[in-house]
């Protein structure tokens, strides 16, 4: 049996470019549809990104007993979300062809996801990174707004980050246009993008960017003529509002920054939910394709 050092994945199942849709990466990297097989580790790679990466929830929670917390009750909390997702077709990963297994069982299976959720052991982000052993580096996932996300499937993820449901809660009610007019009534008409995750070895390679850039022209060739995405990071933000396809426009219908954002509290008092240290521009961008 070949040792976990030796072992390099070859395999190029549900590639997902075409002649007329080329890869935007070099050749050790392809975009692939995701399966129903890869949405543990798609969940992994979504709660792992945002806990320990961004730069809001790791303002918001801090302490690292905290995020484990989340993690690992996050997994069955975030199926849905996820999975919903991965069976529309439209959701994506960027592979790692050069890919080291680094076990047996994950090579035999294509990738494996190795979290104990029973024993939620102790782990720090490195390990618990280190334990979805995975050539998927990244992941977009999508799904057509003609089939929304059912709410209720969602309350247990929203338990665990109320505050993602009060910035969802924002821009819809600070969004100036009809909501009529930006809901599909039939299916390809917009694309739902919702989850951008890149794991920590994988970033600053411009995966982002270039798969933002690619999923605009996949959907355009679907025959999508919109594409809806709220971003948390301005980095992301600042690629999606400006769309580099022929014919392709966009706008920011609403935003707001979360240092700015004020609740209150049971006693009556004011105050910051993200915290005294989470600064970043949130937003929501419509692209015309």
Known sequence: MATTTETITKTANNVATTPDLPSPFASRYEIRRLTEKDIPVAAAIMLHTNIFSSTVWTHVYPEHSTRLNIIYDGMPAADYLVRHQVLSGHSFGVFDTEYRYRTSSAEAAAGELQWDLTNRPDLTAEELDAQIDSPIMSIALSYDGFNPLDMSKLAALIGLLPLYGAIFHRFDTTDPRDPESYKPTAEKQILMRNS???????????????????????????????????????????????????????????????????????????????????????CRVFVNL
């Open 196 to 282: 951008t995750s890149t794991r920590v070895p994988a970033q600053g390679l411009g995966i982002m960017s270039k798969m933002a850039n690619w999923l605009m022209l996949y959907a355009q060739k679907q025959g999508f003529k919109h594409i809806n995405i709220e971003a948390f990071s301005e980095v992301v933000g600042q690629v999606w509002r400006n769309p580099k396809g022929k014919g392709m426009s966009a706008i920011e219908p609403t935003a707001f920054r979360v240092e700015d954002f004020k609740a209150v509290n049971e006693k009556g008092e004011i105050y910051r939910p993200f915290g005294e240290k989470c600064v970043q521009r949130v």
